[in-house]
């Protein structure tokens, strides 16, 4: 039977060859996840690994071989600290999407009532949902997707954290009632531009399109929500919106063309790029 480091360095090597970066680290992810123990571990005791185990580890560089995402592959992803189920058929959540959680969460502590409701669109696993529900306990929160994928993710990801998020169904605001207001309703829309999503890493092609594609210009599903959102945003609630690069001029536009909001700002990523905006309904007409 091989050892823990030999299996590494070998698995490091395998990877490598097919242009994976960070070879060594994912080597060590993806043994660590099998032998059931933190990464560091691996290098305290250079103990042979079982052929059963030395099997499931070169299965699973295989199957990232072929450009699995390594959430996949794991079945897990964090975010907020949160550790989330994750499966092929719904969208990995980013990094850059805690951006827009942590904006929300410091905006509405000041803006929002306690009892706030709240509508999460296109929810995927349910980290935005989820994530809000255990940071804010006594919000009313919904979540819409229209995969039945994502959605029985997201229960599930609910159920683990013990949160009430309730799950629907629903192309946008289409099995919502207008005039059902909710205090904030924050997205992570579909933003890549149609024509690019074929030019996205391999790992990117095994997501679902429906969670990427954001039409022609990447600005389709800015466009409907924010036209819609009026019927479903209280006068002086909180509209956040994850966006692209390159998209902050774009979406501002939109926003100021429909004249229903105020107080529009831009957030920036740790990159130092326009990641979030946010926006209020006005409180008046006019």
């Known amino acids: 039977m091989e050892k823990r480091i030999s299996l590494l360095n070998s698995g490091s090597?395998?990877?490598?060859?097919?242009?994976?970066?960070?070879?060594?680290?994912?080597?060590?992810?993806?043994?660590?996840?099998t032998l059931s123990c933190p990464r560091f571990e691996l290098y305290l005791d250079n103990l042979e690994v079982q052929k059963t185990k030395q099997e499931h580890f070169w299965q699973l560089l295989n199957a990232r071989m072929q450009g699995l995402p390594v959430q996949y592959l794991l079945g897990s992803t964090e975010f907020m600290g949160l550790e989330f189920s994750i499966r092929p058929g719904v969208f990995v959540p980013r990094p850059e999407t805690?951006?827009?959680?942590?904006?929300?969460?410091?905006?509405?502590?000041?803006?929002?009532?306690?009892?706030?409701?709240?509508?999460?669109i296109g929810t995927g696993?349910?980290?935005?949902?989820?994530?809000?529900?255990?940071?804010?306990?006594?919000?009313?929160i919904f979540a819409c997707d229209i995969s039945e994928t994502a959605l029985k993710l997201a229960k599930v990801n609910s159920f683990e954290h013990k949160t009430a998020v309730s799950f629907v169904k629903?192309?946008?605001?289409?099995?919502f009632k207008k005039r059902e207001l909710f205090s904030l309703i924050i997205s992570n829309p579909p933003y890549i531009k149609t024509n690019t999503?074929?030019?996205?890493?391999?790992e990117v092609q095994h997501e679902p399109k429906c969670a990427l594609d954001g039409g022609a210009d990447g600005l389709?599903?800015?466009?409907?929500?924010?036209?819609?959102?009026?019927?479903y945003l209280k006068k002086g609630g909180l509209l956040a919106l994850e966006i692209g690069d390159g998209q902050s001029v774009a979406v501002r536009?939109?926003?100021?063309?429909?004249?229903?909001?105020?107080?529009?700002?831009?957030?920036?990523?740790?990159?130092?790029?326009?990641?979030?905006?946010?926006?209020?309904?006005?409180?008046?007409?006019?």
């Open 98 to 120: 805690e951006i827009l959680l942590e904006e929300v969460l410091k905006l509405s502590a000041f803006s929002l009532q306690p009892s706030a409701k709240v509508l999460d």
């Open 197 to 202: 999503i074929y030019s996205l890493s391999r």
């Open 13 to 33: 090597r395998y990877l490598s060859q097919a242009g994976i970066e960070n070879s060594l680290q994912e080597a060590e992810i993806f043994l660590s996840h």
């Open 170 to 175: 629903s192309d946008l605001f289409s099995a």
């Open 220 to 231: 389709f599903y800015y466009r409907k929500i924010i036209k819609d959102a009026t019927d």
């Open 253 to 286: 536009e939109i926003l100021d063309q429909s004249g229903d909001f105020c107080n529009i700002s831009i957030v920036k990523d740790y990159n130092n790029l326009d990641r979030v905006v946010v926006a209020h309904r006005k409180a008046l007409n006019g």
């Open 125 to 140: 696993c349910g980290n935005i949902a989820i994530s809000l529900a255990k940071f804010r306990g006594n919000y009313s």
